[in-house]
């Protein structure tokens, strides 16, 4: 089965496809220096640059593939959740494919790929997604607009264990470095700076670390960032300083995300646990994962770099395992959900 998937859900214009379980091709243009200047993303603008991007990304896709849109199985996008206009772009040209073609069609879950991001491999030329080695898992999401934990039994079996309450981790990251001057996205930048930072030099908060519960909270880490700089703004021109202070905050943050994750795999009785999402390319949680994991006896699947931010391929891989499990198709007239919460 050949699908061509689509994912427009927020600033990452994405076309991959995807054959037999293998990525065939994953095209992905970024809008990040479109919204830098605006220290943020803006609906409205992603939206047009999706629909500039959307025809050129798809096409390279299906080129880097060798296959034809008459060739295609299904057509896939992303449904939802996501920024509503940058959505219908994707599914609304996914949708009218489909139809042309007269191929099923198949809307995504964006938080469901994003569980199997983790199972998508490194293979020789293409990646292939290795199903054969899947384990029932507790899932960690960590992105710039969500933090969620995840109970993943089966394959397309899952339910959420908790997320976040007000900001999401990558936002905290992109939040407080904007405290300190940084470039919006601060996460990469604080990844860097933290690097050669001391993280013990100043003691932030870590929210619900002791709740029993496995939500996330971390304004309130933001916003006592925000009092340490009001009371230490000289500290911004040293740039020692600045080096502790990221690793400081990143420390809060990793120590969190790490600590909640293990204890809900353990209480859930799953020896696997698998990380995507923007904030895992974060060095430092990558590694902490990984020491937490040995020592716990967990297995740790973290998704590759370039599948950990937003990418058509995960969209195309779930689509084909929700068409070989009969899966009904979506209807063609189906709308977007921007809203469209993981149960
Ligand atoms: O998944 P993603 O590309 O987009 C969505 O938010 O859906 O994630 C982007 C987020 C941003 O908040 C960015 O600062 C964060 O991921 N991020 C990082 C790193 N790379 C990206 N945060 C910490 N360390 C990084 N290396
Ligand atoms: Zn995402």
Known sequence: MTILALETSCDETSAAVVRA?????????????????????????AAREHLKNLLPVAREALHAAGVSPAQLDAVAATQGPGLPNALLVGLKAAQALAFVLERPFV???HHEAHLYSPWITGGDDSLAADFANFQPN?????????????????????????????DAA??????????????????????????QGNPTAHDFPRP???????DFSFSGLKTSVRYFLRDHPALLDDRQQVCDLCASVQAAII????????????????????????????????????????????TLRLAEKNLCTDNAAMIGILAERKLRANVPPTPLDEEIKPGWALA
């Open 170 to 195: 990558g936002e905290c990251f992109d939040k407080t470095g904007k405290l300190m001057g940084l470039p919006y996205p601060a996460g990469p930048v604080i990844d860097r700076l933290a690097e």
């Open 255 to 298: 120590e969190v995300l790490v600590k909640k994750t293990v204890r809900a795999a353990r209480r859930e009785g799953v020896r696997c646990v698998t990380a995507s999402g923007g904030v895992t390319c974060n060095r430092a949680l990558r590694k902490e994962l990984e020491r937490a994991c040995r020592q716990h006896g967990l």
């Open 107 to 109: 809307g995504v879950n």
């Open 138 to 166: 507790v899932s960690l999401i960590v992105s710039g607009g969500h933090t969620l934990l995840v109970l993943v039994a089966a394959e397309l079996k899952h339910r959420v264990l908790g997320g976040t309450i007000d």
């Open 208 to 214: 619900l670390l002791h709740d029993a519960s496995d």
């Open 21 to 45: 379980g293998k990525v065939l091709a994953n095209v992905v243009s970024s809008q990040i220096s479109l919204h830098a200047e605006y220290g943020g993303v803006v609906p409205e603008l």
